[in-house]
Every structure is written in structure tokens, then in C-alpha cells.
């Protein structure tokens, strides 16, 4: 046989006017007194004095609909009986939460932006072709597989880089090919010049880009097409 519930609730009580007159259905403690072995109510929640004795469960309670009445007060009683947080700490649960969602989510959106593709082109005039250098310096496999950056060379005097199928024309980097070109610079403001080993040369320039588009159109009109 399993012991009768003892633990304490809220009942629906009855309170009075000092002149004895039915002041409203109110809500009291109710607890068990070990000591005379009975059930006793309480003051009403919101303060006012009872009478003593609960009605029954389904009594509907009138001290509601305003701050301070008894059922403004049950949530908070109610919580405390059933050892449950109060709503504060609920709301402060909830706010933590919501907080180390949103620094996830940061971190997420962060790491992801770390992790973003910047492609660079071949210099080579017409190639396609292009690589994740982003993911190459990081030592990342590129989102996609051709986004690699195996093979391909930094070709510094162009500002650019140059994928494997034309790594040629520039050679390896244990021996130059016909087309590295080098810069030859102007003295005293005097305008610069790229060079190849082939021979070819830019037309003086002022602007850096104008040298590597020249040599681009250069590598057109080599006789073996690129
Ligand atoms: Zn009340
Ligand atoms: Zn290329
Ligand atoms: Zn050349």
C-alpha cells in the first residue's frame, strides 16, 4: 500500500467582509498537520483572511483579473510546490539558450566566410581555368576538384598566376621558360618595359597592367597556340 499524498496544493477557500458578509472565492495553501493529523487552509494568497477549510476543487475562484489577486499569484506558488524554476529563471534559461544559439550561428556564418572561395584566373589569354587560393594557402581541398591548386605557378613579374596546361610558357620553377618575362625598369621616372627570353618586349609603360595585357596579347600571336 503506497502512503496517501501529503504534499501540500492550492484550493479554491472562501473569505468573509469583516462583517461577516461572502467576500469572494480565493486560493490558499492547503497542508497536512502531522500534529493533529488533519488538513489545513491558510490566508488567502493575495493576503485576505479565510475561513477555514477548502471548497471543492472546481469552485471557480473570483480573486483574479488584477495584480496582486490570488491568481496572479498561483503560477509563482504552484512552481515552488512542484520544486519547478520560477518563470524568471525559465526566461533566463531560455535567454542563455537563445544566446549560445546565436554565437553558434555566428560562428558558423564566421568560419564559413574564412572558408570562402577566392579564385584566381590563368593568365594565360582565353583559359578558363581558375583555383581556390584561399583553400590552397590554408592547405583545404577546394570545394570543388577543379578548384586545385596543384600545378599551378605565381608569376610575379605579371602580377598573375598560370594553371598547369600553361605553366609552359612561363617553364618551372627549376628552369624558365621562353616566355618569363622579366621587367626592365625605367630610369628617373623613365617609363619600364617587359621582357620575354624570346625577345619580345612591351612597349614602354607607365601602368604596370598595360605590360601584362601586352604580353597576353603577345602569347596570342606566338605561332604554337597556348
Ligand atoms: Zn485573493
Ligand atoms: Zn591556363
Ligand atoms: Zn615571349
New binding site residues.
Partial sequence: MTSPDRSPRLVPVS?ETPQGEPD?V??SLMRWLPQIGEWVTGP?????SATQGALTDDTPVT?TGHAG??EAYRDAYQRSIDGRPTAQQEQIDALRAEVDRLTAELEAAHTARLNEPILRHCVAPGCLHEYDINATLCGRTPERPTWSGKGWLMVRPLDGDICPDHAHLVGVTVAPGPHLPRWQYGDNDAPSTLRCACGWASPPVRWRRYATEAWKNHILDLPEQP
Fill in positions: 473569505c469572494g480565493h486560493l488567502a494568497l493575495c493576503g485576505q480573486c489577486s490570488c
